[in-house]
């Protein structure tokens, strides 16, 4: 069983930075690809960055690459999201998951991850 716990959401005015958190469990942590989606109320959940099990790949939408950088801590069992030049178009909740598959490639699709975390709020305002 894995569980998630996100941390470090907040209200942040546009052009600032903010670091999200995900505590993961389980003895395997190595072994989980990580992702980070985020939703707004009332619309589909959507990809945000992920990173591979082994740390050597990582994906980003395109709304957020060269802005957002996803990074993992092996010893700490915890994965990151730094968030630099926010916009008020990233509001949203922000959700950490978890894929047990070793896959290769970090997957985008929500259906690719069979564990999430609670989800934290991001609010960017004007």
């Known amino acids: 069983q894995v569980q998630l716990v996100e941390l470090g959401g907040g209200l942040v005015q546009a052009g600032g930075s903010l670091r999200l958190s995900c505590a993961a469990s389980?003895?395997?942590?190595?072994?989980?690809?990580m992702g980070w989606f985020r939703q707004v109320s009332g619309t589909e959940r959507e990809f945000v960055a992920a990173?591979?099990?082994?740390?050597?790949?990582?994906n980003y939408a395109d709304s957020v690459k060269g802005r957002f950088t996803i990074s993992r801590d092996y010893a700490k069992n915890m994965v990151y999201l730094q968030m630099n030049s926010l916009k008020p178009e990233d509001t949203a909740v922000y959700y950490c998951?978890?894929?047990?598959?070793?896959?290769?490639?970090?997957?985008?699709?929500?259906?690719?991850?069979?564990?999430w975390g609670q989800g934290t709020q991001v609010t960017v305002s004007s």
């Open positions: 990173i591979s099990w082994s740390g050597g790949r990582d």
């Open positions: 389980g003895r395997t942590f190595s072994h989980y690809g």
């Open positions: 998951a978890a894929d047990t598959t070793l896959r290769w490639v970090p997957g985008t699709g929500k259906d690719e991850y069979g564990y």
